[in-house]
T-cell receptor, first 117, second 113 residues
Framework: GAVVSQHPSWVICKSGTSVKIECRSL??????MFWYRQFPKQSLMLMAT?????????EQGVEKDKFLINHASLTLSTLTVTSAHPEDSSFYIC?????????????FGEGSWLTVV | GNSVTQMEGPVTLSEEAFLTINCTYT??????LFWYVQYPGEGLQLLLK?????DKGSNKGFEATYRKETTSFHLEKGSVQVSDSAVYFC????????????FGTGTLLAVQP
């Protein structure tokens, strides 16, 4: 079946540095990918919708310059957390929509744990 | 705006017990409703869905009925197994151009042998 892979699964970085998380659709092309973050005991919060070949659409309250999203190909979207701070520590999950299927057929990655120290 | 509210966990049950996880929603129009499951160390997987009122989604022994009159989509299973231990998320999609999903907070289910 369709698989979405995220890398890395977990990462620890120092305050002030940038970290990149990759989201790949392994056996299908995804024109649209979504990035979520999840705080402990809270829901998944949609951060942005990433469309291949165009700029991402960010949800209200999400800083575009801090969370850089690039969707350069039909199988890869990246989220870069720039100048990370401890409050950016969270669980980040991506999902991808299979363009071959109608309706809301969305597949999720395994998620990436980011800890900023 | 659209939102989803689901019961807080954790829910702890013995094997073969009956499961109900409540989910209610607020939405304009006619959203599609979903239950996703996240097993330990894995990504979210679609468990079941319903796209219109009175539809019943079912999969792996789980069921949920889209109740427009009560704006609910409660998840049920008659007899849970240890392997059902996971986090369950209720979600809705307003079916707009981007089909964004809005999630509830998730409910951890722990099934004991």
């Amino acid at each position: 079946g369709a698989v979405v892979s995220q890398h890395p699964s977990w990462v620890i970085c120092k305050s002030g540095t940038s970290v990149k998380i990759e989201c790949r659709s392994l056996d299908f092309q995804a024109t649209t990918m979504f990035w979520y973050r999840q705080f402990p005991k809270q829901s998944l919060m949609l951060m942005a919708t990433s469309n291949e070949g165009s700029k991402a659409t960010y949800e209200q309250g999400v800083e575009k310059d801090k969370f850089l999203i690039n969707h350069a190909s039909l199988t890869l979207s990246t989220l870069t957390v720039t100048s990370a701070h401890p409050e950016d520590s969270s669980f980040y999950i991506c999902s991808a929509r299979d363009r071959r299927r109608s309706g809301n057929t969305i597949y999720f990655g395994e998620g990436s744990w980011l800890t900023v120290v | 705006g659209n939102s989803v509210t689901q019961m807080e966990g954790p829910v702890t049950l013995s094997e073969e017990a009956f499961l109900t996880i409540n989910c209610t929603y607020t939405a304009t129009g006619y959203p599609s409703l979903f239950w996703y499951v996240q097993y330990p160390g894995e990504g979210l997987q679609l468990l079941l869905k319903a796209t219109k009122a009175d539809d019943k989604g079912s999969n792996k022994g789980f069921e949920a009925t889209y109740r427009k009159e009560t704006t609910s989509f409660h998840l049920e299973k008659g007899s849970v197994q240890v392997s059902d231990s996971a986090v369950y998320f209720c979600a809705l999609s307003d079916g707009g151009a981007t089909n964004k999903l809005i999630f509830g907070t998730g409910t951890l289910l722990a099934v004991q042998p």
